[in-house]
């Protein structure tokens, strides 16, 4: 809220690319905040206890006078609901399925094995199908070597597709083994953290910073 003041803009939309297990999401306090629409992918959002905008991929996003346009991008892998955006088809806001160095991992280790073969879809088939230049912000890096020189994250699809591990697997069964074989442990809090993600609980602010205490687990290199 004080970036957007501090650039002069106001927070209309508020957008999660999934339900969060590992950190409690700060966008439906910044939607409530700044009375801003929060999207959800729908398919993650069967439980959530408040109104949310359905982000569906077919259904275009157009803010503000200079137009601002969100074309969102099913991605399941992640989570079941997983769904990226391109913005104004130069930006691919990939969420946790793309990093720059790594991809991601099924949120909840209980799914692995349904959520591989989506997961495996999205990043050969439905990424692979994009426009290469598209420049992939992603919502998290694990290790410094994913910083650019400026400090921040963000390559050319292409370059992705050249030089990042997971999206080289040619063999499928070795995805699979390198997707679930060796899965981080689940953060403890992580039911917890879902229900309040999901407007179902609503611990003070010492217990949420106690729920989400341990390093990001959305990555696998
Ligand atoms: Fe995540």
């Given at each position: 809220i004080d970036f957007a003041k501090e650039k002069g803009v106001t927070i209309t939309h508020v957008f999660d690319t999934h339900l969060h297990a590992d950190h409690i999401s700060g966008g439906r306090v910044i939607a409530e905040k700044t009375k801003a629409t929060y999207w959800l992918p729908p398919k993650d959002a069967e439980e959530v206890v408040f109104d949310y905008q359905p982000l569906e991929e077919g259904n275009d996003i157009i803010i503000g006078n200079i137009k601002i346009r969100i074309q969102p991008i099913y991605s399941p892998?992640?989570?079941?609901g997983s769904t990226s955006f391109i913005v104004?088809?130069?930006?691919?806001?990939s969420g946790d399925i793309l990093f720059i160095d790594s991809i991601g991992r099924p949120d909840l280790a209980g799914m692995a094995g349904d959520w591989v073969g989506d997961l495996r879809k999205t990043l050969y088939s439905r990424y692979n199908a994009l426009s290469k230049d598209l420049i992939v912000l992603p919502a998290?890096?694990?290790?410094?070597?994913?910083?650019?020189?400026?400090g921040s994250v963000g390559k050319k699809l292409s370059t992705l597709f050249a030089e990042n591990h997971g999206l080289n697997i040619v063999d499928e069964a070795e995805f699979r083994h390198l997707v679930t074989g060796n899965?981080?442990?689940?953060?403890?809090?992580y039911q917890e953290i879902r229900e309040t993600n999901m407007g179902k609980i609503n611990p003070d602010e010492e217990k949420q910073r106690e729920m989400e205490i341990g390093p990001n687990r959305c990555a696998i290199r």
């Open positions: 892998g992640h989570t079941i104004d088809d130069q930006y691919l806001l998290h890096f694990m290790i410094i070597d994913e910083l650019n020189d400026d899965l981080p442990p689940q953060p403890n809090a």
